[in-house]
């Protein structure tokens, strides 16, 4: 019988970009620039904030893995007073630490990959993971190693679908393939149950922040389908005749530590 980890990780393989079209790609399509996760003046409170906020003590640390800018911990600050990034690139590493300034916490940082870290990673009040997930496959270590990292409270945020999802139709259009439509969210808590953790799942809408905040956005697009710089006009007329989304309903997966 295939365990829930098992399909996780095998539906997740479904989205790898086919070898063909990979090889011919003049650029790496899942680089992320760090401009793309900027902390906004003002954090808008979301759903996976309160969640979090709700379990850290006042002057408690918050554990933010694949940290980028930060949004996740600067989010609950106060009442977090220490925040720990981890992330596997140092440029946004190094915005975490500057962002730790701004906001005049405590901070430290842990370049490279979960759960490859986790030994040296500290232990913190709370554990925050925003829209990491669906780029586990090997998604039980992850999942074991955040829950022994919180004294208090795990809290992952992730879209309810996978979130390339959105350029389905621009991988039709452009290379005539067809996206997978799983795994979902909520297919982690059958994977979380399967390890002796009872998590909860509440669902909430959200405005998409990345890519449409930062100058040449349609050109990461391109990047992500493969293509050349040289199709960039027809990259454009495909978006301005088939517009992103500009909101995406979001899961916050939560539990406890007994």
């Not at 293509?227 to 500009?246: G, H, K, M, T």
Request: glycine share 6%; charged share 20%; with cysteine.
């Amino acid at each position: 019988m295939t365990t829930a980890a098992e399909k996780w990780k095998s539906d997740l393989a479904l989205w790898a970009i086919p070898q063909e079209i990979l090889d011919q790609a003049v650029e790496k399509p899942w680089i992320h620039p760090p401009a793309l996760f900027e902390i906004p003046e003002v954090i808008q409170d979301s759903l996976s904030h309160q969640r979090a906020r709700e379990a850290i003590p006042i002057g408690g640390s918050v554990l933010d893995i694949g940290c980028g800018g930060g949004i996740a911990s600067f989010a609950i600050t106060p009442p977090a007073t220490h925040v720990i990034g981890v992330d596997e690139q140092q440029a946004m590493l190094d915005l975490y630490s500057a962002n730790a300034e701004k906001y005049k916490v405590t901070s430290e940082t842990v370049l490279g990959q979960w759960p490859d870290v986790a030994a040296e990673t500290p232990i913190a009040d709370v554990v925050t993971v925003h829209h990491v997930v669906f780029n586990v496959g090997n998604i039980v270590p992850f999942l074991v190693t955040l829950n022994s990292h919180a004294r208090k409270r795990v809290v992952i945020e992730a879209p309810v679908v996978h979130p390339m999802s959105n350029m389905s139709d621009g991988w039709k259009h452009f290379w005539n393939v067809t996206r997978p439509t799983v795994p979902i969210a909520g297919d982690l808590i059958a994977v979380l149950d399967e390890q002796g953790i009872k998590a909860n799942i509440e669902y909430f809408e959200s405005e998409i922040l990345l890519d449409k905040k930062v100058d040449g956005a349609n050109g990461f697009i391109r990047r992500r389908l493969c293509l050349p710089e040289s199709r960039q006009n027809e990259v454009d007329a495909f978006i301005a005749e088939n517009p992103l989304p500009e909101r995406r309903k979001l899961a916050a997966i939560w539990w406890d530590i007994e």
